[in-house]
């Protein structure tokens, strides 16, 4: 016979229970985010423009950013997405620095889920290699070599918008240079 029957509800961020008389509360945990950022830097201008790719389903531009699946290294899950989501030649195309240019890991607001969400995200460095790579770069379809200042006012020259969660945490880090 059921004694006890327990909802889950995720609300605000968090998972949490709706008890029932008897029922015990369940300690709640955060929903977070963990993710690998590349950026891409424009080969002949590095550190003033970077790769951005077109969201079609969001109409923004956003750096390309790979979730970690079990047992990846957060360099390994950019690299799966580098070569799947542009369509180029692991250890070919491109070079991803060995160790990351920065880890963020603070309490930020998901505009995905409208939720202040614990995020804990790797940006590394990928620059095109060689001839073939800089060609691959050159032939993707989609994308755009974004600005710092572009980066900075989340949107192009051309007005269409950069996603705002990725504009935010640039803000936030410092990761783009000024001027």
């Not at 920065?102 to 940006?123: I, K, N, Q, R, Y």
């Amino acid at each position: 016979m059921w004694q006890t029957i327990i909802a889950f509800v995720v609300r605000h961020g968090r998972l949490s229970t709706i008890p029932d008389a008897g029922s015990q509360k369940i300690e709640s945990r955060p929903v977070s985010i963990h993710k690998s950022i590349a950026l891409i830097r424009h080969p002949d201008r590095p550190e003033q423009e970077w790769l951005g790719v077109f969201d079609e389903r969001r109409q923004c531009y956003a750096f390309v950013t790979a979730e970690r699946l079990n047992q990846e290294s957060w360099r390994e899950c950019l690299d799966r997405e580098l070569s799947w989501a542009l369509d180029l030649r692991r250890g070919k195309d491109y070079l991803i620095s060995h160790m990351a240019r920065l880890h963020f890991d603070e309490s930020c607001f998901d505009p995905h889920s409208g939720d202040e969400v614990e995020t804990a995200l790797e940006f590394y460095v990928v620059d095109p290699y060689g001839r073939r790579g800089r060609a691959a770069f050159e032939q993707l379809d989609g994308v755009r070599w974004l600005t710092n200042e572009e980066l900075r006012q989340a949107v192009t020259s051309d007005r269409v918008d950069i996603d705002p969660w990725l504009a935010d945490i640039l803000r936030r880090t410092d990761l783009i240079p000024k001027g």
